[in-house]
């Protein structure tokens, strides 16, 4: 009897004390959600200039808003839109880290403008580092660096000789061989390659061939032809299953961006471990076999060791950086031909798909191309690349996709004391990002019709989003009605009155290549890929697609690029006769 009384007394006692740790728990939350809010409407209602941006609300202590950033980033960009509004900007602390996430196209436009003033250096050493296996003993090599990408180093910075700037050693090379006659042999030397590859895939003229996924077909055919191009045959002779390597390595990105150790996930570090084990063999096999002495060789655009001079110039350079040993040069070469693979090779993807399943614009794309083709010529000779790359239509298909399929998080440090946008400061070293995702759907800025009597949701496709139609002062990609200073631009109408396409009506808010001084390099080549791929693809093959049903975007892959379509896509071809 006593006994019994007794575990009922001490059951109770262990009951009252869970009620009274889980009442503690949950006011301290509380606690912290109302300290946080009030704290976030007291710096939103603070007036004057130089202000401290609010914070984002938050519940648990020391952790922040690190679990909503890190499972589900784009409802947290989302939320944050919704609560405050564009253009004000909203710390979201993480840990003991602070970011700055700024929307609305004032602002985006602010931190361009002040290229100067920013660097994207920490966010670079981050993400060769985490999803690309730089290794630690090379990290002064970046770190010690701070000395900006331009010619003159910025001023109070460390005291650098030239061949150890290695930021503005890259910034120079990719802008140097990414343009003018470096541009003109890889747009060339791209089509030409893919062309050789599909001219190699069994497929006939007369019956129809199935395919078990057209878009692992374009993984497959145009990373070749890409990467070719870029780094030449060499790599892919000395490591035959490259290309296999390279788009496993892709399915676990997302794993390595978030820096999850290696016993967590030891396959992501195989796969990283054995590309830049191939990348190195590469290195080896090309700094062997080059013959530096020939001058005719060294002034070439273009040859098999190295591939475009791009990559050759990046070997001298990254040889001539004290503390670069062979991994860190690897993982920076990975993180090259990852940058130049994993955003182009799914918006190709894209931009055929979506015109796939829509047979009318199908019949358009074709047209287009048809047009623009001199017949008599066999293969890509034919293609008129100057004249497809100003058609409007090819080049909105383009831009839609962009829109709407990129999700990355571009980054921004400013690295000058209480660097400003409007009111606004920005403490030095606190990172400051914005969202292509959210900023390339805000209703307030994007023409959701009616055109010709359709609505077209800044959620879906619409392949003439970009398009201004003469007679049509509803058309375009900016909402019609949109205060006039926000156009920078209108396209002006030529004699001939046809549709033009423009970007320039939605500035600030259409950014897949970033923007200001330290905007992609790599625009210009891209654009050449994806309009010559299509034009291509739709000149040499009939495509079927299985399923007709609109593609929806693998959303694992957010905010680290552009988000491939989901699934497999079953398909039959056979080649076109001409």
Known sequence: MFDEILDQGVAAIQWDLRITVAIGLLSILALTRIITSVRSNVALWRSGDGKTPPIMPYAVPGIGNMLAFAFDTKS????????????????????????????????????????RDLTTAPASILILENAFGSPASSHHVYERDNTGVFTQPLEGTNTLEPHNRIFSLIHRNVHTHLSGAGLNE????????????????????????????????????????????????????????????????????????????????????????????????????????????????????????????????????????????????????????????????????????????????????????????DSSAKGIKG?????????????????????????????????????????????????????????????SVWNEGPVNGEFHSVEDFWAERFIVYPNDPNSGPAKPGRDAKSKTKTPVKDADNRPKFTIDSVTGSYIPYGGGQKICPGRFYAKQEAIGAMAILLTMFDIELEKKDFPRPNMEYFPFGVVPPLGEFPARMRRRKT
């Not at 496993?248 to 990105?253: G, K, L, M, Q, V």
């Not at 978030?258 to 396959?267: D, S």
């Not at 400013?414 to 403490?427: E, H, L």
């Open 76 to 115: 947290l960009l989302s939320t944050i839109i919704d609560r405050f509004g564009p253009n004000i900007p909203v710390q979201i602390r993480i840990l003991h880290v602070k970011l700055h996430f700024i929307s609305g196209s004032e602002s985006v436009l602010a931190i361009f403008r002040g290229s």
């Open 383 to 443: 293609l008129n690349m100057p004249k497809l790359l100003a058609s409007p239509l090819l080049q909105s298909i383009y831009s839609e996709e962009l829109r709407l399929r990129n999700g990355v998080i571009i980054q921004r440090v400013p690295v000058v004391d209480n660097f400003k946008i409007g009111n606004w400061k920005f403490p030095k070293g606190d990172m400051i990002i914005t969202s292509s995702w959210h900023e390339q759907r805000d209703r």
């Open 186 to 373: 890889l747009a060339t030397r791209f089509m030409s390659c893919l062309e050789t590859e599909l001219a190699a895939l069994d497929i006939g003229n007369e019956e129809w061939t199935t395919i078990p996924d057209f878009y692992a077909l374009i993984k497959q055919t145009v990373f070749k032809a890409s990467t070719t191009a870029m780094c030449g045959p060499t790599l892919f002779s000395l490591n035959p299953n490259f290309t296999d390597d390279f788009w496993e390595f892709d399915t676990h990105i997302v794993k390595l961006f978030k820096n999850l150790p290696r016993w967590m996930i030891p396959k992501s570090f195989q796969v990283r471990d054995k590309l830049k084990a191939s990348i190195i063999k590469w290195h080896n096999y090309a700094e062997e076999k080059f013959d530096k002495n020939d001058e005719a060789l060294q002034k070439q655009e273009w040859e098999e060791l190295y591939g475009a001079k791009l990559m050759r110039a990046r070997h001298d350079d990254f040889a001539g950086v004290d503390g670069i040993n062979d991994e860190a040069y690897a993982a920076s070469d990975l993180g090259m031909i990852w940058g130049a693979n994993a955003n182009i090779v799914p918006i190709i993807g894209w931009s055929m798909i979506d015109t796939l399943v829509r047979p009318e614009l199908l019949s358009q794309a074709r047209e287009e191309i048809s047009s623009l083709t």
